[in-house]
């Protein structure tokens, strides 16, 4: 695992959070196997999603897949701009989460 307490503590004293910043923590949290925080972080973001945002909360989504990661991929899902859905990786992970969520 990670130093999860130093990202963080970086993530936090960082004034000018921009997405890929968001992107960054939610990956690690992933990677770290700590979904449900990926979630609630991701749940905080008021900022446009790119692409890495669509893919790693996938990623959580698929990993949990309990009712709130349902709730949240499918709502993602439902509500992602029509650019993203001709990105073969972003596809691809949504396809994954909901082929986890059985």
Known sequence: ????????RIFRS????????????????VKNEMFDRALDLF?????NFDSVTYIVVFNACAELANDR??????????EM??????NVVVLNSAMHMLMKFG
Do not use: C, M, W
């Open 1 to 8: 695992f990670g130093d999860i307490q130093s990202a963080e």
């Open 69 to 78: 990661a349902v709730k949240i991929g499918r709502k993602l899902l439902d």
């Open 14 to 29: 960082n004034k000018k959070k921009d997405i890929i910043t968001y992107n960054a923590i939610i990956k690690g949290y």
């Open 81 to 86: 701009p029509e650019n993203y859905r001709n």
């Open 43 to 47: 749940e905080q973001i008021h900022l």
